[in-house]
């Protein structure tokens, strides 16, 4: 099995690959080849159990999907975007990236030929849901996104659900929480702040943070969205039906709880590093976004998380990325 991953320099799909690389499999099926695409050149693996291929292109160009199915992969991981801040700051960016490069894709696997029909990941958001919410958002909630970035997500879902009704790939869109605590330098997602407030403390570093407290919010670990990933891949997709565009499971908490969990983990002086300064801006966006869910339908399709509370995420995060220690 040949596997194709888009957005491969991001950091979700870093930890992807470690675990490809580890299993040698998805499933039952051993992994032949890998190939790697971002617009910058992702790090080739060191030593991997099978061939693995980079690529440094722009997914958005017209053409340029052609060539990353010339392996014919059975298998795609579609990360490739721009992230909320930037799609909403950027109009013509982000509908270039996020919408123009999803449709070259699934246009290029159509127009294919012999029979080729892969298994296509995509990685959607909650950002395709947009104010008033239910206390919980269920698997029937109407899609309103108030932002660029959700609206092109969700247009992307639209789009590869219909290509699978026509039997020209087999799609999955899975809807991933806010993935904390994310590793690395700070990114230009508006929701960026969520891991700011507890990967910087914890480095002995100030924070900002620019929202209210009792801001809400869906989250999940890096882990967790691995985890989910395979699944995608690996499951049924039988069982599943027409609707092919599912909500992940996560963790609610506020901002405030968020702050508390780092306390009981960390102590007060971690805490401490984390100085209010309010954004209109962000706050403006955060205000549009999904809160809480009920992912009962994920639940039953066997997707499942890493972690039951917020105490959890910032010891998976002190575990897996900094050795099991942290500047107190």
């Not at 888009?6 to 998805?26: I, N, S, Y």
């Not at 395709?128 to 609206?151: N, Q, R």
């Amino acid at each position: 099995m040949h596997v194709l991953i888009l957005g491969a320099a991001g950091m979700v799909v870093r930890k992807l690959t470690d675990r490809l690389l580890k299993d040698g499999r998805l499933g039952n099926r051993e992994i032949s080849g890998l190939t790697l695409q971002d617009v910058v050149a992702p790090e080739k693996p060191a030593k991997a159990p099978m061939p693995v291929k980079v690529v440094a292109s722009d997914f958005a160009d017209a053409g340029a999907a052609g060539g990353l199915l010339a392996d014919r992969p059975e298998v795609i991981f579609h990360l490739a975007a721009i992230v909320s801040g930037e799609a909403e700051a950027e109009f013509d960016k982000g509908y270039r990236i996020n919408l123009d490069g999803t449709r070259y894709l699934i246009e290029a696997i159509r127009h294919a030929g012999g029979g080729y029909k892969p298994r296509l990941v995509f990685t959607s958001s909650i950002a395709v849901f947009g104010a008033p919410f239910p206390e919980k958002i269920g698997d029937e909630f109407f899609h309103t996104p108030l932002t660029s970035y959700g609206t092109q997500k969700l247009i992307c879902e639209l789009l590869i659900n219909d290509y699978t009704r026509k039997g020209m790939l087999e799609g999955i869109s899975i809807r991933l929480p806010t993935i904390c605590v994310r590793p690395g330098k700070p990114n230009k997602a508006a929701s960026g702040f969520f891991s700011n407030i507890i990967r910087e403390p914890l480095a002995g570093q100030e924070a900002v943070l620019p929202v209210s407290e009792d801001v809400r919010h869906w989250h999940a670990t890096p882990k967790s969205a691995v985890g989910f990933l395979v699944h995608a891949a690996t499951m049924d997709l039988g069982t599943v039906g027409a609707r092919r565009n599912l909500s992940m499971p996560g963790l609610s908490a506020t901002v405030g709880e968020q702050i508390a969990a780092l306390k009981r983990v960390a102590g007060k002086n971690v805490v401490s590093r984390i100085k209010r300064v309010p954004d209109p801006a962000i706050i403006s966006i955060v205000n549009g976004w999904p809160r809480n869910f009920a992912t009962d339908r994920a639940a039953k399709l066997g997707f499942t998380t890493a972690e039951k509370t917020f105490d959890d995420i910032i010891r998976i995060h002190i575990e897996d990325e900094l050795g099991g220690k942290f500047a107190a």
